[in-house]
């Protein structure tokens, strides 16, 4: 499950235009037919048209903001939103959609300005608290963001990445209870995510469950056995199990998976020393130390030298 925002759905609105500007109302009916025909560019050079007949014609930016976001050409998107809340303050969506934009392009203080200000003005939209929320996970105001995100789950129980995400954020807080109740509550519906399987096998093995982590990282495995990062995790709640020869062979599998995964050659040469085979466990700590894990340099130090 990625955490990502939510795409936006294009939505062209055609408005009243002063009187004196007919033609240009006109050319922005026959864009926003093109946008609805996918024709954008088409579109672009009607709306174009509108504004040198009309140059203040709010709406024609709105549109052409709206259009260009489609394309992925965020900068347009800034300056036509812009200017269409300099000319007419009551689009607030203006707000809403170049925010996006500006996150998109990596702006965060100003898309979490104008996304504030989207929410401010639409405080039960889903798809806006939601862009809020991953905004402030991604700024590291993570109990804001859990609190948007709570505010948004409330509304809408159902709405699968909010609740991971706050899982996530939840997990970074150290908070292992909450997060495993929002990974419990994923599940009773995703019953074939490996991902979130994942997820909350990591919150039982950094909360000292090394059992329950096993069972889920063994379903992650089960439902896509190319990760090596859930064979790692396995591997380590195996070590701490004291299980290990199923730790050193987990860890064999991710180092098939991927040879430079360098704390796969650590743990398993402490693996490899409990088990009483000092010499493969200094050859793992060498390979390490070859990697730059600075941890194996005192084992290799003390134990193989």
């Known amino acids: 499950m990625k955490k990502v925002l939510l795409s936006l759905t294009l939505i062209l609105l055609a408005v009243e235009v002063a009187a004196q500007s007919p033609e240009a109302k006109q050319y922005l009916h026959r864009g926003v037919l093109l946008a609805?025909?996918?024709?954008?560019?088409?579109?672009?050079?009607?709306?174009?048209?509108?504004?040198?007949?009309?140059p203040e014609y709010a709406e024609?930016?709105?549109?052409?903001?709206?259009?260009?976001?489609?394309?992925?050409?965020?900068?347009?998107?800034?300056?036509n939103m812009s200017i269409a809340v300099f000319f007419d303050n009551t689009l607030?969506?203006?707000?809403?959609?170049?925010?996006?934009?500006?996150?998109?392009?990596?702006?965060?203080?100003?898309?979490?300005?104008?996304?504030?200000?989207?929410?401010?003005?639409d405080p039960l939209n889903p798809e806006k608290l939601y862009s809020l929320a991953k905004i402030l996970g991604d700024l590291n105001h993570t109990e804001n963001a859990i609190e948007r995100y709570s505010d948004l789950l409330t509304q809408h129980p159902d709405f699968k990445d909010a609740r991971y995400n706050r899982a996530l954020l939840y997990l970074e807080l150290d908070d292992f209870s909450n997060a495993i109740n929002d990974f419990d509550t994923l599940l009773s519906v995703e019953t074939a995510d490996a991902q979130?399987?994942?997820?909350?096998?990591?919150?039982?093995?950094r909360s000292g469950f090394f059992?329950?982590?096993?069972?889920?990282?063994?379903?992650?495995?089960?439902?896509?056995?190319?990760?090596y990062q859930s064979w790692f995790n396995r591997g380590l709640c195996f070590y701490h199990t004291k299980q290990y020869a199923k730790s050193i062979a987990d860890l064999s599998q991710v180092l098939s998976l991927n040879p430079d995964y360098a704390m796969a050659y650590h743990y398993r040469g402490l693996a490899h020393y409990h088990s009483g085979n000092k010499q493969?466990?200094?050859?793992?700590?060498?390979k390490a130390v070859e990697l730059n894990v600075m941890e194996s340099v005192e084992f290799l130090r003390k134990n193989c030298e």
């Open 280 to 286: 493969q466990a200094c050859y793992d700590w060498q």
């Open 211 to 227: 059992y329950n982590g096993i069972l889920d990282f063994s379903k992650s495995i089960e439902l896509n056995d190319a990760d």
């Open 36 to 54: 609805e025909e996918q024709k954008y560019r088409e579109a672009l050079a009607m709306l174009d048209s509108a504004l040198l007949l009309y």
């Open 196 to 205: 979130i399987y994942f997820s909350r096998g990591s919150a039982y093995a």
């Open 60 to 79: 024609a930016y709105y549109n052409n903001g709206l259009i260009y976001k489609t394309l992925n050409e965020h900068r347009q998107v800034l300056r």
């Open 92 to 121: 607030q969506e203006s707000y809403y959609i170049r925010g996006l934009s500006y996150y998109t392009l990596n702006v965060m203080d100003s898309a979490l300005i104008d996304l504030q200000r989207a929410v401010g003005s």
